[in-house]
């Protein structure tokens, strides 16, 4: 599904009647809310419970991160209508913009481009450095059965390894 397919669907559910004052309002607070909601789930797992981070609670966050995007949709729209018309600015529109912005900053060498940006990155403990999984597999190899080389909090759930 692409981003502005998203947001259309997702504006069917939201109300677009208020001022944009109140639009706008109304989805900064619930962005911040259910972000949140990740964060407090976050520090649930980590800190209080210390849990693992299973793929139920994988599941968990993933539908908190979709709230937010949720309450994305919506600031975007009420923003489109503060800029001229609802729908002139999309989602789409706000996510090649940010990827824009880092582009620029990576020229210019403010942050780094990652050579392999669609590979998860764990944390061996074999050598100590964040790698691909595939080189973490290398890493464990090296080790000769000294068991997994991987922390446990950074293990991924294989379905969301792809
Ligand atoms: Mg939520």
Known sequence: MQLNEYQQKALKTGDKNRTVREGLLWAALGLNGEAGEFAD???????????DLTPEVCIQLRDELGDTLWYLSIATFYLSLQMGEAGCLTLDDVAHANNVKLAKRAAEKVIREHPHPQEPRILCTVCGEYHSMVHSEACKGEQQGEGDSWRQEDRFPEALVK
Do not use: A, M
Not at 41 to 51: S, Y
């Open 41 to 51: 789930l976050i520090k649930k797992i980590f800190c209080e419970d210390k849990r």
